[in-house]
């Protein structure tokens, strides 16, 4: 029982073994293969269904959707030229130290005594309380420039003295704001400060006084007239020569 | 005598033919055995070869074919910020084999009527009695409608997908991207023009990238149909282009059409007044008119002084202004003031051989050059066009041209006189930006800046400013024929502007169709009171997405134009 007459024995066993070995690597790719592949077909399924997903967030919050909503709800608008800034030294600009009232401080009386009022007869004399007490409006910091929204109703146009009053219908929070008529007897901020908190806190629901009304309604009513009544002018105002004779075609076509 | 004659040669002896034969037998055998083994080895090292090629390099048994690549049926639409515009989704269609169905097809009938309530029960129940074999009872149905119609249960009816168009801003540049029918391929705008590329199932894989932006496209649509209700027009039309490539950034007309449902749209909402439409634009033509006399040196520039009078007699007719000047008046002043008078002047010098030259040049007497296939032919005088049809060419009457025809003037005008033809590709290393064309002189675009920033500081367009962004352009009021005659009050108003005016980039063409006085114009329908607003409001929504930065302090050279305007204020004051 020699080695030697195993020798082909052994010859056939190594073969198989290398054989067998191969087939072992080739079945190992094979399989990683296969599990790449699943990776990718996985990748595709989740491409469409992301496609789907995308289109249809994109269909739900589409441009005109979004205007919509921003006309509605939103009334942002595009920033006005004024807002954009060149640089880091123009935005520090913006931004002056604001004078800050100590409110815990001790009140300190001038000892002088006030001067008369020299304000001539019939003219009423200002209340000197009430003058530093700033409106509660100037206290309220707005994040960017307000500009109108467009879903405002029809503006007056001849009604010139009334402007202002037309302007916070436009915005009609601010102007359900009540004036700081008797903050006479509290000093400074702080006594707006807290007619703003009593007012808040009297109508929490309903902010508007009754002046609102008063100040609203005529305006409303002028508007509404506006709208019926057309006011022709007898130039177009557009045009820098007015006082010139306005010539009327008849029979060639005018283009301007 | 019949006996049989002896063999006169000597036989074989049978013993040695038989072994010949059997070796002969034998040798056939073997060759026959080793024939076979031979096929049979072949066999088997085939079906081995085949084997080993299969472990080595074959599919697995749960591969997935035709999910690697992801080709829709149809190419999507991309706008040039990759936004999707037009899509290929899967939709659920319903449909009925009315011989299949084993239930009661009256009750099944009135479920129908109930879950779709566009055909009445007895329609169902006509469907569900005839004798056809396959009836779609709705396209795109919504997955909770599917749902429903599966829970009947009924096996005659049939739920499939099937592909299906979406454009998912719906109306958004309807016009532009046009839409597809039921049988996929489109039927107008980009669809129709690209609908080899968008159906070839080796291209379809890369999307079609348009010039178009979706939100300067919005701001668009959205300020044009704001005017267009506001002023009750009939119609609107705006164009958005980039003065240096031709690319159209936005283009719209109105009324729209949704093109997810194109068969609801009306004639009047598909018709493309942007590309398709001709209209006589009004004094938006007279830069062109302007820009040729200085080019051919009829005119020497803005300071020339011409005579302006009240009323110009001319070859038979009267030629009249809004507001006459009456005396010397200069060419900066006729441009500002929109003199159709001073305007005329210019075209007459000019001549019209010169000025059919120039309009051909620019591309004005013929179809517009652009991809989509809705495209008008311009309207001229033809064979009447004589001295008189060349001075109101002058100023924009009696010669119809597409709005795109007039942006794409602009362009060529504020792009140092070189034409580009308009594209709705995205220029990129996929569609390279053709060689242009030299129209004007470089010098010519220059001078022109001035002239129209000065219409807006001054002129006509105030109401197109928008501060910090340096507008520049004309307005258009032409008056619409009707019956044959100019209507005195039936308008086309239109506006071309372009900004920023001291490094033009991109142009604005709105117009409005007969645009009706409100209160707040003083019952003026001009251009200056109703598009020029638009204008104004668009390019401060716009020229920051586009990336022009605002400034206060930049203008084009206003000094070549101020000093030759006579300043009514500043007399007064003298006096």
Redesign the interface.
């Known amino acids: 029982m020699s080695a030697r007459s195993f020798g082909s024995l052994f010859m056939v066993a190594s073969c198989a073994g290398a054989a067998l070995g191969c087939?072992l690597v080739?079945?190992r790719?094979?399989?990683e293969?296969?599990a790449v592949?699943?990776v990718?077909?996985r990748i595709?399924?989740a491409?469409?269904d992301m496609?789907?997903l995308?289109?249809e967030i994109?269909?739900r919050g589409?441009?005109?959707q979004l205007?919509r909503w921003n006309a509605g709800a939103f009334s942002l608008s595009?920033?006005?030229?004024?807002q954009?800034l060149e640089g880091s030294f123009e935005l520090a600009k913006l931004s002056q130290p604001q004078k800050q009232v100590d409110f815990k401080a001790p009140v300190v009386l001038a000892s002088a005594p006030a001067p008369e009022s020299k304000a001539p007869l019939g003219e009423p004399v200002q209340d000197e309380a009430a003058a530093p007490a700033l409106p509660p409006s100037a206290m309220l910091r707005e994040a960017s420039l307000k500009t109108e929204t467009?879903e405002v109703p029809?503006r007056a146009?001849a009604d010139q003295p009334r402007s202002t009053a037309m302007k916070s219908a436009d915005r009609p929070v601010t102007a359900a704001k009540p004036a700081p008529v008797k903050s006479a007897d509290m000093p400074g901020l702080a006594a707006a400060k807290s007619r703003v908190a009593q007012v808040r806190s009297e109508h929490p629901a309903a902010t508007v006084p009754p002046q609102k009304k008063s100040v609203d309604k005529p305006s409303l009513a002028a508007t509404r007239t506006?709208?019926k009544?057309?006011?022709?002018?007898k130039t177009?105002?557009?045009?820098?020569?007015p006082?010139?004779?306005?010539?009327?075609?008849k029979?060639?076509?005018?283009?301007? | 005598m019949n006996a049989p004659q002896p063999a006169l040669v000597a036989h074989r002896p049978e013993r040695l033919r038989l072994v010949g034969q059997r070796r002969q037998m034998l040798a056939v055998m073997h060759q026959r055995l080793m024939f076979g083994m031979l096929v049979y080895a072949g066999l088997v090292a085939l079906i081995a070869l085949r084997l080993i090629y299969l472990?080595?390099f074959?599919d697995?048994a749960?591969?997935?074919e035709g999910?690697?690549?992801?080709v829709p049926e149809r190419g999507d639409i991309l706008d040039r910020d990759g936004?999707?515009l037009a899509?290929t989704?899967d939709a659920w269609s319903i449909a009925v084999h009315p011989n299949k169905v084993i239930g009661d097809k009256l009750a099944l009938a009135e479920k129908l009527a109930e879950l779709m309530p566009e055909r009445s029960a007895e329609n169902y129940f006509a469907i569900l009695r005839s004798d056809k074999t396959f009836v779609y009872l709705r396209r795109r149905a919504p997955p909770d409608l599917v749902e429903a119609v599966n829970a009947i249960g009924e096996p005659g009816l049939a739920l499939d997908r099937e592909p299906d168009r979406?454009y998912?801003?719906?109306?958004?540049a309807a016009h532009v991207l046009g839409f597809t029918g039921i049988d996929g391929h489109g039927g107008a705008g980009a669809e129709r023009a690209f609908d080899n590329y968008l159906s070839d199932p080796s291209k379809r894989g890369t999307p079609l990238v348009l010039s178009i932006s979706?939100?300067v496209q919005?701001a668009l649509?959205?300020e044009l149909g704001?005017a267009m209700q506001h002023f009750s027009a009939i119609g609107a039309a705006g164009v958005i282009m980039d003065v240096h490539t031709g690319e159209i950034l936005a283009m719209t007309s109105l009324p729209t059409f949704n093109p997810n449902a194109p068969g609801q749209a009306a004639p009047e909402q598909m018709f493309n007044r942007a590309t398709l439409g001709v209209f006589e634009l009004?004094?938006t033509?007279?830069p062109f008119t302007l820009a040729m006399a200085m080019d051919s040196g009829v005119v020497s520039g803005p300071g020339q002084i011409m005579n302006c009078p009240?009323?110009l007699p001319a070859y038979g007719?009267?030629?009249?202004?809004?507001?006459?000047?009456?005396r010397q008046c200069s060419i900066a002043e006729v441009m500002m003031?929109?003199s159709?008078i001073g305007m005329a002047q210019i075209a007459d010098r000019l001549g019209t051989e010169r000025q059919k030259a120039w309009l051909k040049k620019m591309g004005f007497l013929d179809r517009v050059e652009i991809e989509l296939k809705e495209k008008g032919r311009p309207l001229t005088p033809g064979s009447r066009w004589g001295p008189f049809e060349t001075m109101?060419i002058g100023?924009?009457?009696?010669i119809a041209v597409a709005p795109l025809q007039l942006a794409m003037g602009y362009a060529t005008l504020f792009d140092g006189g070189i034409y580009h033809p308009p594209t709705i590709l995205k220029i990129g290393p996929d569609h390279p930006l053709p060689q242009g064309r030299r129209v004007f002189t470089a010098d010519t675009s220059y001078r022109m800046r001035s002239l129209l920033r000065l219409v807006v500081m001054?002129?006509?367009g105030?109401?197109a400013d928008?501060?910090?962004?340096r507008i520049g352009g004309k307005?258009?009021?032409?008056?619409k024929i009707i019956n044959g005659r100019?209507s005195?009050s039936i308008n086309l108003t239109s506006f071309a502007g372009v900004f920023p005016m001291d490094d033009p980039r991109y142009v604005i063409v709105v117009m409005l169709d007969e645009p009706k006085?409100?209160?707040?114009t003083?019952?003026?329908t001009?251009?200056?009171?109703n598009v020029a607003p638009v204008v104004s409001r668009t390019v401060?929504?716009i020229a920051?997405m586009l990336g022009v930065?605002?400034a206060?302090n930049r203008e084009p050279n206003m000094s070549e134009v101020l000093p030759f305007i006579h300043d009514?204020?500043q007399d007064s004051k003298k006096d």
């Open positions: 087939y080739s079945l790719v094979a399989s293969r296969a592949e699943n990718e077909n595709v399924l491409k469409r496609r789907m995308q289109t994109g269909t589409r441009l005109s205007e595009a920033p006005a030229a004024q954009f467009r029809a146009v506006m709208t009544r057309v006011e022709l002018a177009d105002p557009l045009a820098p020569l006082d010139k004779h306005v010539g009327k075609t029979d060639s076509p005018t283009g301007r | 472990a080595a074959g697995h749960g591969r997935k999910l690697t690549a992801l936004e999707p899509r989704i979406l998912p801003q719906t109306t958004l979706s939100k919005q649509e959205a704001e009004g004094s033509f007279k009240q009323v007719h009267i030629v009249h202004d809004t507001h006459p000047f009456g003031e929109s159709n109101t100023f924009g009457q009696g001054k002129g006509t105030k109401k928008a501060p910090g962004y307005t258009g009021t032409a008056q100019y005195q006085a409100t209160p707040e003083y019952g003026f001009t251009a200056g009171w401060s929504r920051p930065a605002p206060m009514a204020k």
